[in-house]
């Protein structure tokens, strides 16, 4: 095995394509010899892991740990865990990934060496959020019940967020993981074929913009890939109310704000807009986080749920310092909108997101807009 695997290494620079290695790959696999697939993988991560920019190494360790991370059975499991956790494997990207496949395909219980061997504080903290969105007790489990704990899990980013989760979490759209493809579903997208808004007749009062630098940065931490390594774009900004607003007349008010999103709404690009229940804003701020943009990385599962809960909680108004229960609960007092138009700011292609926060005293309207395009 180790001439295969080291012939299989010194050859690889000189392929024009690697389908015959994943083949042998596969084989070895399905033959029960898992501990082959992450043996050529630390090999190749050592031989080639400084070497980024190699597309052959890059799509022979993608496709090794896919096979292994969506290939059910606690040996495949296991063997996921070392490849991804050696000392060869050092650069912290797979970290996030390697937890949303492994999570989609594995018992939790199969994981749980993730938490009493040799693994990254940061794929253990991904691992717990991604198996807590697939409705796994973390806290009962053992191994993993003490991974979910250690003591430095405070400082860590993910550490703001629960271990279980809220009723507004219940229908996150998670991917389907295959060898050679993924799916995910999108909750957004072009308003075209949307229902045009009904429009009040009533007053609107008077509103003046209270956005500040944070809190445009804060709404829009779920889309904040659309526009850092892809094509988007996002407006994100806060209004103060001279009077406190009816839910009905939210749609109308969205025409008065002097929105960038929605110039040139009217009848030949109607507004779209209708009252969204709180789950489903949570729904469509998540799935724009975890699965990403038209070209960004996705931050997967557990960063997913945290820019969800970020984003939200600037929208629904929730001071700085603010649980995740003091923000559902705040979040949960708001009235929310989605809207659209076929604007030219939008891209009507796949990527687009319109979100509107009234808040409980009807006096603060929170406006996020996102639109990307490959």
């Known amino acids: 095995m180790a001439n295969q695997i080291q012939k299989i290494v010194a050859g690889l620079p000189g392929l024009t394509d690697v389908n ?14 898992a501990a082959f697939a992450a043996d050529l993988g630390i090999a190749l991560a050592g031989a080639y892991g400084t070497e980024g920019e190699m597309w052959q190494y890059r799509s022979v360790f993608d496709h090794l740990l896919r096979l292994l991370a969506t290939t059910g059975g606690p040996e495949n499991a ?20 390697a937890a949303s496949l492994l999570a989609s395909h594995h018992e939790a219980t199969d994981l ?19 198996l807590l969105l697939r409705r ?61 808004a009904v429009l009040t007749d009533a007053r609107i009062p008077s509103a003046e913009e209270t956005t500040t630098p ?58 779209s807009a209708d009252v969204r229940p709180p ?7 998540f799935a724009a986080a975890s699965t990403g943009g ?19 909680a600037a929208l629904a108004g929730s001071p700085e310092g603010s649980t995740v229960a003091e923000v559902e609960a705040q979040v949960l007092d708001c009235v929310w909108h989605g809207f659209g138009a076929d604007t030219r700011w939008f891209d009507q292609v796949a990527w687009d997101i319109g979100l509107a926060a009234l808040s409980a005293d009807r006096r603060r309207l929170a406006v996020l807009a996102a639109t990307d395009t490959d």
């Open 112 to 130: 749980a060496a993730a938490f009493t061997g040799h693994a990254s504080q940061e794929l253990r903290a991904c691992l717990v959020h991604e």
């Open 20 to 33: 015959d290695v994943e083949a042998v790959a596969e084989a070895r696999v399905a033959q029960g010899d």
């Open 78 to 97: 296991a063997q996921a865990l070392r490849l991804i956790s050696s000392d060869e494997v050092t650069h912290g990207k797979w970290d996030r990934y």
């Open 214 to 271: 944070a809190a445009t940065t804060a709404m829009g931490r779920a889309v904040a890939g659309w526009t850092e390594t892809s094509n988007g774009r996002i407006e994100a900004r806060v209004f103060g109310l001279a009077e406190p607003l009816d839910a009905e007349s939210v749609p109308t008010a969205l025409l008065t704000l002097g929105l960038e999103c929605l110039r040139g709404a009217g009848k030949e690009a109607p507004l």
């Open 294 to 312: 038209a070209y960004n990385s996705a931050c997967y599962g557990a960063y997913g749920r945290l820019a969800a809960w970020q984003s939200l």
């Open 279 to 285: 789950a489903q804003a949570w729904r469509v701020l």
């Open 136 to 196: 796994a007790v973390v806290e009962d489990m053992p191994g993993i019940a003490d991974g979910a704990t250690w003591p430095h899990r405070s400082q860590h980013p993910l550490g703001w967020l629960p271990l279980t989760l809220s009723d507004l979490e219940r229908n996150a759209d998670l991917p389907r993981y295959g060898i050679r493809v993924s799916s995910h579903a999108l909750p957004f997208g072009p308003s075209e074929d949307r229902e045009p």
